[in-house]
């Protein structure tokens, strides 16, 4: 079996036993699917969010909303089919509200999954997304502001932290840090 075969095997044996997941509470508030995360099984880079919006949750697919939307553009334009990268969240869930996943959310869904699925896909880069990514993987101490462009190392892998897009389509004069620090990732991914 070719390796992108059969890590796309793997990833469908670690969801598998888990399609009614309710292992943390998320898995009782409401959620209609389980978004496990998507891309190729193979990829170099793998972006991680904080956890599932209304969008997401509807079609079962990671950042597929506005946030989703403005994701694809800035790393298409940087030269990166979204097709070509593994995009995966902290949990698979949708938080009531939007709200961020709590630490026993996070900790039992990387635990089932998340970790999982970076050995599965080995990236080179992770690029996390906004700061309960960042925290969750680096440690509660960490902050967006003061570690988002740089290579931290995390288990082994290069890890790049930059912003949240909700963030952006907040505070648009972000925009410019976001796409320097993508294509930051890009050019670590290009020297890997």
């Not at 970790?115 to 080995?122: A, D, G, L, T």
């Not at 967006?144 to 004069?173: C, E, M, S």
């Amino acid at each position: 079996m070719e390796s992108k075969a059969f890590k796309q095997h793997l990833l469908q044996e670690l969801y598998a036993p888990f399609k009614n997941c309710t292992q943390c509470p998320l898995g009782t508030l409401g959620r209609t699917n389980i978004v496990w995360g998507e891309g190729d099984p193979d990829a170099s880079l793998m972006l991680i969010g904080e956890g599932p919006g209304a969008d997401e949750d509807a079609q079962g697919r990671p950042f597929v909303g506005r946030s989703g939307k403005l994701l694809t553009k800035t790393i298409e334009g940087l030269g990166i089919k979204r097709e070509e990268v593994f995009i995966a969240n902290i949990v698979k869930c949708r938080p009531p509200g939007n709200r961020a996943p709590t630490t026993l959310e996070s900790s039992i869904c990387m635990t089932l999954f998340l970790f999982n699925q970076i050995k599965i896909v080995r990236p080179k880069i992770i690029c996390t997304l906004g700061n309960s990514p960042l925290q969750a993987l680096l440690g509660a101490d960490m902050k967006i502001t003061k570690t988002r462009g740089t290579v931290q190392d995390w288990q082994g892998f290069k890890l790049i932290p930059t912003y949240h897009p909700a963030y952006i389509l907040r505070n648009p004069p972000a925009l410019k840090t976001f796409v320097a620090d993508l294509a930051f990732v890009i050019e670590q991914l290009a020297a890997s």
